[in-house]
């Protein structure tokens, strides 16, 4: 079979066109593919009548209804095929004008290729249709260069007075005018500047911006243009394995089409990406990675790199249920036969799987709310009757601190030893308690640990569970079984950063279908997350639950999701605190990520009068979205607390929007606006995002010390970066609950309106 080279952009395209419900469309593409594979051309289709000169080696081809299909000849020998766009012929037509000229551009950095205008020889064009519908008016009265660092200016060698004015130029201004602007650039200074310019206001007015960044890289490297002699390999190598994909088997090309999705996650992976994914490694791995970078695909790339390698069972583990639904609704997409040897669980279903392998019977209810507050109160009041109490320094907190306090330290204790470690608690050279200010003395802990067997106790005497009493008793029964096998070849987990210690010493004490330990065996347990995003105040030592993870830390730090304002915005907020990530003794910043060279507008800050004004603000964006043709699915509405949750659906309903609960439902495609706590939205990302009541006393909560201000910017950060294109933070201050201070360290960075009689006022910076 030759080879066929599919594109990223144009998988964009097909997926838009099945989405249309255009089946017939897509699949005579499938059938142009299989020809051009089997034939070395694709002659059952008819070319357009007057043929295409607009860009080199460019075949264009007739599809039903007046559809058009582009694709190029890439290697030279006039065999492989690249296929570059497919849609109506007006779409195809406003296609190829704007696209006149362009070239494939490689890299002098890292060797990738974009699709891009570079005008060296007298090729100049001036695209027709340059009307940009979709932008707000404030981003087009910007200018179109306004993201070119000095760097960038410096690296294009034009003269000042070009400068000057290339600097000035607008969206709307090259709108109306861009011949205009072309000739006064000539005027100013020489032809190879003035088309270099003009080149890179194409690609801003088109926001390609990656294109754009490698435009300004090659200002004066004409040689960097690819020849038809090399183009087919550079196509298809590693460097370029997150733009290309080529079908070489027709059984590859059947079994991508006939999942009709056409994610691009299912096909392209970053070089960096790929490598992860298909290495082997000789113990347990460590994954980090920036928000953004990818890890989900390549956990669920990996889940199937290891299902078809080792024909057995493996396991994907995640912390919420709406996660490993996403989980789920990835591997049915991505696999085909080996589908059946992947299985997705939350933590607690794998814990409690783990039991019943072991023929433990779990015949006790989850813990209700109702109960853990009777059992909070009973052992709040139990810790106050002890002598010396007062002494204490919970004796000077208030009711709501001490309670926060409490559940927090019953959490850990419980979450790291099981009931007959408990004692050690009492050794602060045993149990070193980290992420908390407030000291301990041996008198107080014992005060706290009587409590915490108290609560313990009453937990199982209610016939009740909760997740450390379900992974506690799973430990326990698994040390002491000596000739247990597993169900599972590999485990791989999601947000390893909000497990528990005791979570991570189950899955060092896993085996496989042979009796070996999971965490001494090839590609046996591998572990990602980030510390810059925990909501959770757990924290455990990788080595001290028995994982040992030295040599094999493999990390991504490129951003793929957020634009590069969403991004600014949400690091800046975690950037001046230090997390643990694997390692609860090992504090630091994070990372600086790759920003993507995607841009949009910066995020807003909504001010509101009150919640009614709030809800409504939110509401009302939310149809003014869905009229411009958003995807109601693409929209998600983050709110922490229960109440105005159910106020803002409550709004969308009056308004004939329907909306669902993430954890309901994690169709982005579907015609659901999603509702979500931060919790649920983790894994999760959507075109446009809300974030609502972002006050003092709920972001950050309320009575919060100091060292726990990290943990609520975290839950934060989550939030923001959920966001792919757009985000609104909303807030409605009062004398007691005044604008959230984080707010305020990401003012900078944001654009701020009031919401007023129904109104959005732009507030001047």
């Not at 051309?41 to 007739?62: A, C, Q, W, Y």
């Not at 296929?83 to 362009?102: K, M, P, Q």
């Not at 490689?106 to 990738?112: I, M, R, V």
């Not at 309106?753 to 109104?759: M, N």
């Amino acid at each position: 079979m030759e080879a066929v080279i599919y594109t990223k952009k144009f998988n964009g395209y097909l997926r838009s066109l099945q989405e249309a419900g255009q089946k017939k469309i897509v699949q005579a593409v499938r059938a142009a593919m299989a020809e051009a594979g089997t034939n070395g051309s694709i002659s059952s289709l008819p070319r357009t009548k007057h043929g295409e000169s607009r860009l080199k080696n460019v075949e264009k081809f007739d599809l039903p209804g007046a559809y058009r299909l582009v694709v190029q000849l890439v290697d030279g020998v006039k065999k492989t095929r690249a296929f570059l766009f497919v849609g109506d012929h007006d779409d195809a037509e406003r296609w190829l004008d704007s696209h006149r000229n362009y070239t494939w551009v490689k890299s002098p950095t890292d060797g990738t290729l974009n699709f891009m205008p570079a005008t060296y020889d007298g090729n100049r064009h001036v695209p027709v249709d340059r009307l940009d519908l979709d932008s707000p008016e404030s981003e087009l009265q910007a200018p179109l260069l306004r993201f070119l660092s000095d760097d960038d200016w410096s690296n294009l060698k034009c003269n000042d007075n070009q400068m000057s004015l290339a600097k000035r130029i607008t969206g709307a201004q090259f709108e109306q005018d861009a011949d205009g602007i072309l000739v006064k650039l000539d005027e100013l200074g020489d032809y190879d500047s003035a088309s270099t310019l003009f080149d890179l206001f194409v690609l801003a007015h088109n926001k390609d911006w990656a294109e754009l960044n490698h435009r300004v890289l090659i200002a004066d490297e004409a040689s960097v243009v690819s020849e038809d002699n090399t183009l087919q390999a550079e196509m298809r190598s590693i460097a370029n394995a997150e733009h290309f994909v080529t079908f070489d088997d027709e059984g590859m090309l059947d079994e991508f089409f006939g999942k009709k999705t056409f994610s691009d996650w299912m096909l392209f992976l970053h070089p960096e990406q790929k490598k992860i994914v298909q290495r082997d490694y000789k113990g347990p791995v460590r994954l980090r990675g920036v928000s953004g970078s990818g890890k989900t695909s390549v956990l669920v790339h990996r889940a199937r790199f290891l299902a078809k390698k080792y024909h057995q069972p493996v396991v994907l583990v995640t912390l919420t249920e709406s996660m490993r639904k996403l989980l789920e609704k990835l591997v049915d997409e991505l696999c085909g036969a080996e589908k059946s040897l992947i299985q997705t669980k939350t933590m607690n279903s794998f814990a409690r799987d783990v039991l019943s392998e072991l023929q433990v019977r779990i015949n006790f209810a989850p813990l209700a709310p109702e109960a853990q507050q009777v059992l909070m109160e009973d052992a709040i009041a139990t810790l106050k009757d002890e002598a010396g109490f007062s002494k204490t320094p919970m004796g000077s907190m208030q009711e709501l601190e001490l309670r926060n306090f409490l559940k927090e330290e019953f959490e850990y204790v419980r979450g790291r030893l099981c009931p007959s470690e408990f004692e050690r608690y009492l050794d602060s050279s045993l149990f070193n308690r980290r992420g908390r200010a407030i000291a301990l003395n041996k008198s107080a802990r014992e005060m706290i640990l009587k409590v915490v067997v108290r609560y313990a106790a009453g937990v199982e005497s209610k016939r009740q569970q909760d997740h450390e009493l379900l992974v506690s008793q799973a430990v326990e029964r698994m040390s002491k079984e000596s000739g247990n096998v597993g169900q599972y070849r590999s485990v791989l987990v999601d947000e390893v950063q909000d497990l528990t210690e005791l979570d991570v010493v189950l899955l060092s004490k896993l085996k496989t279908p042979e009796g070996e330990v999971l965490a001494h065996v090839e590609n046996g347990i591998f572990l990602a997350g980030d510390g810059a995003q925990s909501i959770y105040k757990r924290g455990f030592a990788l080595k001290r639950a028995g994982i040992d993870v030295v040599g094999r830390s493999v990390s991504l730090k490129k951003n793929y999701r957020n634009t590069h304002e969403i991004l600014t915005a949400a690091f800046n907020l975690v950037s001046k605190f230090e997390f643990s990530d694997t390692d609860e003794d090992d504090l630091r910043r994070p990372s600086l990520p790759d920003f993507a060279k995607r841009h949009g507008e910066k995020p807003w800050l909504i001010q509101c009068q009150n919640q009614n004004d709030e809800v409504e603000a939110v509401a009302n964006k939310v149809q003014s979205l869905l009229a411009m043709g958003q995807t109601a699915g693409q929209i998600c509405i983050i709110a922490p607390q229960n109440r105005l949750r159910e106020e803002v659906r409550q709004a969308l309903t009056n308004r004939d929007i329907q909306s669902a609960e993430l954890r309901q439902d994690i169709d982005y495609e579907s015609d659901n606006v999603k509702i979500s706590t931060i919790e649920s939205a983790k894994g999760h990302e959507f075109a446009t995002v809300f974030i609502m009541g972002l006050v003092e006393g709920v972001m950050p909560q309320a009575n919060i010390q100091a060292h726990e201000e990290s943990r609520e910017a975290s839950r934060l950060y989550v939030a923001m970066t959920r966001a792919r294109e757009s985000l609104y933070l909303t807030y409605n201050p009062t004398p007691g609950y005044p604008a959230s201070r984080f707010l305020m360290s990401i003012q900078d960075d944001c654009r701020e309106a009031r919401y007023r009689s129904g109104e959005f006022q732009l507030i001047e910076a």
